[in-house]
């Protein structure tokens, strides 16, 4: 069992950054490949980003390639998301998830475990 919260979620001018966290409990993090995926309002759960058990791998949507990094620190037990030049269309609510599987996953039912999910606003 995992249990995943996310923060850093916040009201942003487009163009701005900010960066999500989320932590994890237990000591099997290092176990899971871990992504960002986001939810806008009246649309479906999307993937964002992925990342391997290592670290070393990352994989991206189209839509922020260039924009975001995901990164990971298993010391800390915690998965990153940096989001740089924002823009109004980046606005939903982000969650972080786990997979047993493959960070190359971007599926929602690929992954097991969810976090609650953190509101990032971008304004125009």
């Known amino acids: 069992q995992v249990q995943l919260v996310e923060s850093g979620g916040s009201l942003v001018q487009a163009g701005g950054s900010l960066t999500l966290s989320c932590v994890a409990s237990?000591?099997?993090?290092?176990?899971?490949?871990m992504g960002w995926f986001r939810q806008a309002p009246g649309k479906e759960r999307e993937f964002v980003a992925a990342?391997?058990?290592?670290?070393?791998?990352?994989y991206y949507a189209d839509s922020v390639k260039g924009r975001f990094t995901i990164s990971r620190d298993n010391a800390k037990n915690t998965v990153y998301l940096q989001l740089n030049s924002l823009k109004p269309e980046d606005t939903a609510v982000y969650y972080c998830a786990a997979t047993s599987g493959s960070y190359s996953r971007s599926r929602v039912y690929d992954y097991d475990y969810w976090g609650q999910g953190t509101q990032v606003t971008v304004s125009s």
């Open positions: 237990g000591r099997t993090f290092n176990t899971y490949s």
């Open positions: 990342i391997s058990r290592s670290g070393g791998n990352t």
